[in-house]
């Protein structure tokens, strides 16, 4: 499966799969095989940064 390309379809991507099927980041990227640097880019793009507490972008 591939992760949307626009930052704000992947905001609402990662927050919902994180929301309900993952407890990190870093399990949602490993499970998704996908570069962790880079969607942290993507989104710092638009300024969202991950809360590890809250396990969403912000």
Known sequence: MS???D???LLSF???K???YYHS???FC???NCD???IIAKL???NYIYDEQKNQFV
């Open 25 to 27: 980041l870093d399990a």
């Open 14 to 16: 990662v927050n919902t």
């Open 30 to 32: 490993e499970d998704m």
């Open 3 to 5: 992760i949307p390309n």
């Open 18 to 20: 994180l929301r309900d």
């Open 36 to 38: 962790k640097s880079i």
């Open 44 to 46: 710092s793009a638009i």
């Open 7 to 9: 930052p704000v379809m």
